[in-house]
């Protein structure tokens, strides 16, 4: 038997694939529905510290990009990660300018000078791959996030498109669970009330 491990592997390659599968079109149409369905929910209007992952487009990971632009307007303070990979830890920098952002040598935008954070974070806004109703979350596997929302007090939302909310994902123990997933068809909160359209 495959441990839970290579499962999830598996799962991520097959995830990544068809993510990537989605025509560009369609892609920006559904997350433009996924971003306008979490600037409606009370926890979103509510948090003035917002953490938001910068989506890798290439991945087709739902886009985040109008959402940081819109945030820096609005007066919200909107907070970006940033790798260290020397410690496998994720550190943190409030984002001015969406123009701050560099690519690190993983491709992934991060802001070229780091701004540390001040206030406590409110909202998390996580990257994933796929989750599943029990609200477990599949990453891309190198375990930043699941150290970061262990140690975090804040609101923690996966943004995914539609197909890929399974039944079931592999979990291991250091796994973080996710309290709201959205998506363009509806919005799951972890007490399992379906605030869905």
């Not at 690190?104 to 990257?127: A, R, S, Y």
Request: glycine content about 4%; hydrophobic content about 35%.
């Amino acid at each position: 038997m495959k441990s839970v491990s290579d499962q999830k592997s598996e799962l991520r390659a097959r995830m990544l694939k068809l993510r990537k599968s989605i025509d560009e079109e369609d892609w920006q149409a559904r997350s433009e529905t996924i971003i306008n369905e979490l600037k409606k929910i009370p926890e979103f209007i509510n948090s003035d510290v917002i953490h938001c992952y910068v989506s890798m487009n290439d991945r087709k990971e739902v886009n985040t990009h109008s959402l940081l632009n819109d945030l820096i307007s609005s007066g919200k303070k909107v907070i970006v990660p940033v790798t260290d990979f020397e410690t496998g830890e994720l550190k943190h920098s409030e984002l001015r300018s969406f123009e701050d952002l560099k690519k690190n040598k993983w491709g992934v935008p991060e802001p070229d000078e780091i701004h540390p954070q001040k206030q406590k974070t409110d909202l998390i806004l996580v990257p994933l791959l796929a989750a599943d109703k029990d609200f477990n979350r599949l990453g891309y596997g190198k375990g930043f996030y699941d150290r970061f929302l262990k140690k975090e007090n804040a609101v923690k939302i996966g943004l995914l498109f539609d197909e890929f909310i399974l039944d079931q994902i592999p979990v291991e123990n250091f796994d973080e669970k996710l309290d709201i997933l959205i998506t363009e068809k509806m919005i799951l909160r972890c007490n399992n009330s379906d605030l869905g359209s």
